[in-house]
T-cell receptor, first 114, second 114 residues
Framework: DQQVKQNSPSLSVQEGRISILNCDYT??????FLWYKKYPAEGPTFLIS?????DKNEDGRFTVFLNKSAKHLSLHIVPSQPGDSAVYFC?????????????FGSGTRLQVQP | DAGVIQSPRHEVTEMGQEVTLRCKPI?????LFWYRQTMMRGLELLIY????????DSGMPEDRFSAKMPNASFSTLKIQPSEPRDSAVYFC????????????FGPGTRLTVL
């Protein structure tokens, strides 16, 4: 039973345009959400996070939106750059329950075309 | 800061052999996580420690897997005996606080069991 789902295995966008990566979750106990970026042969790198008490968090070109009622979050990258090409993982945790381990989605491979 | 250090980066072994993966978390971090990444199951938690104590090992596949954290700066994941289905990339991550927190990943160990 996948508690965190990334339904798009891949996404291709043109340089300078917006990239939108989506993530859905089923566990209502999740209260902290993160996005990680992963390059080949490297570990996942933290990108941005959002607490369930917020609906938006912005950091430079990256913005994460959270819709709790829909159990949906998205990552927007504007403008997209070729260096953003990587696999993006959505992750969630049940911080308030004390269980700190992350549950990951299956990832979306983003390719930004020059 | 050197980040999370894992060794070896690559391990090739034969079925039935013992395999030991090593991790040095970021200094000052009090939580340590072991994850496994496979094509079929994606990134999944194996076990995590808080202040050197195992908190959740529900992800450990079976008794062939064991993990220890003898002190705050070192952890091992051991597979004995290894099987071809254990082939995967094993990641170690650490986190600085006891509440919900960003986890910082090591580069991973790619294990191949022939």
């Amino acid at each position: 039973d996948q508690q965190v789902k990334q339904n798009s295995p891949s996404l291709s966008v043109q340089e300078g345009r917006i990239s939108i990566l989506n993530c859905d979750y089923t566990n209502s106990m999740f209260d902290y959400f993160l996005w990680y970026k992963k390059y080949p042969a490297e570990g996942p790198t933290f990108l941005i996070s959002i607490s369930s008490i917020k609906d938006k968090n912005e950091d430079g070109r990256f913005t994460v939106f959270l819709n709790k009622s829909a159990k949906h979050l998205s990552l927007h990258i504007v403008p997209s750059q070729p260096g953003d090409s990587a696999v993006y993982f959505c992750a969630a945790s049940e911080g308030d329950t004390g269980r700190r381990a992350l549950t990951f989605g299956s990832g979306t491979r983003l390719q930004v075309q020059p | 800061d050197a980040g999370v250090i894992q060794s070896p980066r690559h391990e090739v072994t034969e079925m039935g052999q013992e395999v030991t993966l090593r991790c040095k978390p970021i200094s000052g971090h009090n939580s340590l996580f072991w994850y496994r990444q496979t094509m079929m199951r994606g990134l999944e938690l194996l076990i995590y420690f808080n202040n050197n104590v195992p908190i959740d090992d529900s992800g450990m596949p079976e008794d062939r897997f064991s993990a220890k954290m003898p002190n705050a700066s070192f952890s091992t994941l051991k597979i004995q005996p290894s099987e071809p289905r254990d082939s995967a990339v094993y990641f170690c991550a650490s986190s600085p606080r006891t509440s919900t927190d960003t986890q910082y990943f090591g580069p991973g160990t790619r294990l191949t069991v022939l």
